[in-house]
């Protein structure tokens, strides 16, 4: 059984940081490209940041410089550093395989609230 369990979400005010984590079951972890997505109010989820099992890593464009994914192999996790904030990264961030669709299994999320 699939399990994701994301957290560190919170308020923040612009320019400040979070650090997001992921708990995911070990079938999926060790050997899957994961990512981070979020989806905003009346908007698609997207992807934000992508690493692979061997730590290649890429980024969407407009959080390219301020946010870094990392993963740490033997406690199963995934993280968000975000920095630099901005209200328009408000959302609620989920993680989970790189390849994800909508009818996948997906976690609860974390949500992320920046003020200006």
């Known amino acids: 059984q699939v399990q994701l369990v994301e957290s560190g979400g919170g308020l923040v005010q612009a320019g400040g940081s979070l650090r997001l984590s992921c708990a995911a079951s070990?079938?999926?972890?060790?050997?899957?490209?994961m990512a981070w997505f979020r989806q905003a109010p009346t908007k698609q989820r997207e992807l934000v940041a992508a690493?692979?099992?061997?730590?290649?890593?890429n980024y969407a464009d407009s959080v390219k410089g301020r946010f870094t994914i990392s993963r740490d192999i033997a406690k199963n996790t995934v993280y968000l550093q975000m920095n630099n904030l901005k209200p328009e990264d408000t959302a609620v961030y989920y993680c989970n395989k790189r390849t994800a669709s909508a009818s996948d299994y997906w976690g609860q999320g974390t949500q992320v609230t920046v003020s200006s």
């Open positions: 690493i692979t099992g061997g730590g290649s890593t």
């Open positions: 070990g079938s999926i972890f060790r050997f899957t490209a």
